[in-house]
C-alpha cells in the first residue's frame, strides 16, 4: 500500500518523546517500550494563507487513500487540529490551531481544512504557523497533520 505511512503516535503527540499519555488511575495508557504504530494516508500537502487564517489541503493519489482521509477526519470532528514537521526524526516545529476557528471539508481526493479566526492577533499568529509550516515543507521536512493527537495525514 504505497499511499499509506507507517507512523509512530508517540512522535505525533503534543507531549512527543517527553512522556507516555496517563489512562486511567495515573497508569500509563500502554505498556512502557510497547510500540504504537498507525497507518496513515500519504498525500500532498498545500497550505496558504486566506483571508483571516490559513487552508490546509491535504491530496491523495488513490481512492483508497482519500477515502480513509475522509473518514479519520469525520471520526474526529471537534478536535484540536496541529501541524508537525520533522527531519531526519527530530521534531522541528509543531502549531496547535487552538486559536482558530477550523474546519474540514470534503475535496474530491482528500480534504480541504480552514483554520480561521476573527481576531487580528489570532489571525496572525495562524499566518505565521502557515508561513513557518511551508518553509519546513520547502526545506524538506515530513509533515503531518493531527486531529485530537491523531494523526490523520502525512506527506514527506
Not at 512522535?11 to 510497547?34: D, E, K, Y
Not at 483508497?64 to 484540536?80: D, E, P, Y
Not at 489570532?122 to 497533520?145: E, H, N, P, S
Amino acid at each position: 500500500m504505497a499511499s499509506m505511512m507507517m507512523m509512530d503516535k508517540s512522535m505525533m503527540s503534543p507531549m512527543g518523546s517527553m512522556g507516555s499519555p496517563m489512562g486511567a488511575m495515573g497508569m500509563p495508557a500502554a505498556a512502557p517500550g510497547a510500540m504504537q504504530m498507525c497507518m496513515v494516508p500519504r498525500c500532498t500537502m498545500k497550505m496558504e494563507k486566506c483571508k483571516g487564517g490559513m487552508k490546509m489541503t491535504c491530496t491523495c493519489e488513490d481512492e483508497v487513500a482519500a477515502a480513509t482521509l475522509q473518514n479519520m477526519c469525520k471520526m474526529m470532528a471537534g478536535s484540536l487540529y496541529s501541524c508537525s514537521c520533522m527531519m531526519n526524526g527530530m521534531m522541528i516545529c509543531q502549531c496547535n490551531m487552538s486559536m482558530c476557528k477550523c474546519e474540514c471539508t470534503d475535496t474530491k481526493m482528500g480534504v480541504c481544512i480552514t483554520c480561521t479566526s476573527g481576531d487580528d492577533d489570532c489571525c496572525a499568529m495562524c499566518q505565521a504557523c502557515c508561513d513557518c509550516l511551508t518553509a519546513c515543507m520547502k526545506a524538506g521536512c515530513m509533515c503531518c497533520v493531527s486531529m485530537g493527537g491523531t494523526p490523520v495525514c502525512c506527506c514527506c
